[in-house]
């Protein structure tokens, strides 16, 4: 399929597949929307082309002799006992590693986030990125995913984020050092990790991410690198009372919004993938975790 950008379609039918993508609509929501404005063929036309292609997001191989990659099993004894997730090393790599937990968005661990832990293995760290779904057998494709993330005991899935991050942090081959990044429902897991783990998260960097509640700010100890899409009015009409609450306990932290964006703008398996903006918040993003994990 040809790649078309988000600006190729209506503000008003990517706000309508943003709903879509939160599980707010089903399919038949959409088209019935987004029919009001391009027609209930092209409206359905229109949701096949928004879909992830997850062959577009394939920046570093599986089998790519740069890295070592295995799906593994950790403790989550105050969420769901024992779950698992998709850890990536270099495969040089000799001593021990800094960590980065990979979150996913609302799918689960799809073949998106897997690259973009293999992204960080390739850039030298020991990456994991842990499945939210695999209590339910993990991800199985986007519509049957989406249904069964709206299943989860919501309590049990933020404790196994929180066993995930103490679980690498703690592991032989890890230097003790962690950060975390996350993008849509997985920015939002990077900062409930902030206020949960405080000192023993040393960077968090969400992506379009929903705010901590201002009370736990005080908690955050970590250095943030907030990164926000200029057509997100849901998620940033809260930025404004979460930096007061950043400023106002002295957290170190940048934020930075990237113009003409949507929300999901660094997924490059959508339409909403911006090069420019993902590759400049990507470079950020190294920059930022090699400054306060990788470094000693």
Same mark, same amino acid.
């Given at each position: 399929?040809?790649?078309?950008? *988000?600006?190729?379609?209506?503000?008003?039918?990517?706000?309508? $597949?943003?709903?879509?993508?939160?599980?707010?609509?089903?399919?038949?929501?959409?088209?019935?929307? %987004?029919?009001? $404005?391009?027609? %209930?063929?092209?409206?359905?036309?229109?949701?096949?082309?928004?879909?992830?292609?997850?062959? =577009?997001?394939?920046?570093?191989?599986?089998?790519?002799?740069?890295?070592?990659?295995?799906?593994?099993?950790?403790?989550?004894?105050?969420?769901?006992?024992?779950?698992?997730?998709?850890?990536?090393?270099?495969?040089?790599?000799?001593?021990?590693?800094?960590?980065?937990?990979?979150?996913?968005?609302?799918?689960?661990?799809?073949?998106?986030?897997?690259?973009?832990?293999?992204?960080?293995?390739?850039?030298?760290?020991?990456? $994991?990125?842990?499945?939210?779904?695999?209590?339910?057998?993990?991800?199985?494709?986007?519509?049957?995913?989406?249904?069964?993330?709206?299943?989860?005991?919501?309590?049990?899935?933020?404790?196994?984020?929180?066993?995930?991050?103490? =679980?690498?942090?703690?592991?032989?081959?890890?230097?003790?050092?962690?950060? *975390?990044?996350?993008?849509?429902?997985?920015?939002?897991?990077?900062?409930?990790?902030?206020?949960?783990?405080?000192?023993?998260?040393?960077?968090?960097?969400? $992506?379009?991410?929903? %705010?901590?509640?201002?009370?736990?700010?005080?908690?955050?100890?970590?250095?943030?690198?907030?990164?926000?899409?200029?057509?997100?009015?849901?998620?940033?009409?809260? =930025?404004?009372?979460?930096?007061?609450?950043?400023? *106002?306990?002295?957290?170190?932290?940048? %934020?930075?919004?990237?113009?003409?964006?949507?929300?999901?703008?660094?997924?490059?398996?959508?339409?909403?993938?911006?090069?420019?903006?993902?590759?400049?918040?990507?470079?950020?993003?190294?920059?930022?975790?090699?400054?306060?994990?990788?470094?000693?």
């Amino acid at each position: 399929m040809e790649r078309k950008k *988000a600006s190729d379609y209506p503000q008003e039918i990517l706000d309508i $597949f943003h709903l879509y993508v939160h599980g707010d609509i089903d399919r038949r929501g959409f088209i019935d929307r %987004a029919a009001k $404005f391009v027609g %209930a063929v092209s409206a359905a036309a229109m949701l096949e082309e928004l879909r992830p292609n997850f062959a =577009w997001a394939q920046q570093v191989p599986k089998d790519d002799p740069k890295i070592k990659a295995e799906y593994t099993a950790y403790p989550s004894p105050q969420g769901n006992t024992t779950t698992k997730g998709y850890l990536v090393r270099p495969a040089t790599a000799t001593g021990k590693l800094p960590g980065i937990v990979v979150v996913h968005e609302n799918r689960g661990l799809n073949p998106y986030i897997e690259d973009v832990a293999r992204r960080f293995a390739v850039a030298g760290y020991m990456a $994991f990125a842990p499945d939210a779904l695999a209590p339910l057998g993990g991800y199985v494709d986007e519509t049957k995913s989406a249904q069964d993330f709206r299943n989860l005991d919501g309590a049990k899935r933020t404790e196994d984020f929180v066993a995930c991050a103490k =679980w690498l942090k703690a592991r032989p081959d890890c230097t003790g050092k962690i950060g *975390a990044v996350g993008f849509c429902f997985g920015g939002g897991v990077v900062n409930t990790l902030a206020t949960r783990l405080g000192p023993d998260l040393a960077a968090g960097v969400p $992506f379009y991410g929903a %705010a901590p509640p201002a009370a736990e700010v005080p908690k955050i100890k970590a250095a943030m690198l907030l990164n926000f899409a200029a057509n997100d009015a849901g998620i940033n009409g809260n =930025w404004p009372a979460y930096e007061e609450a950043l400023k *106002a306990n002295k957290v170190t932290y940048t %934020a930075y919004t990237y113009d003409g964006t949507q929300h999901g703008f660094h997924n490059d398996t959508t339409v909403r993938y911006d090069k420019a903006a993902a590759e400049l918040a990507w470079q950020r993003t190294l920059d930022h975790f090699n400054k306060y994990v990788k470094s000693s």
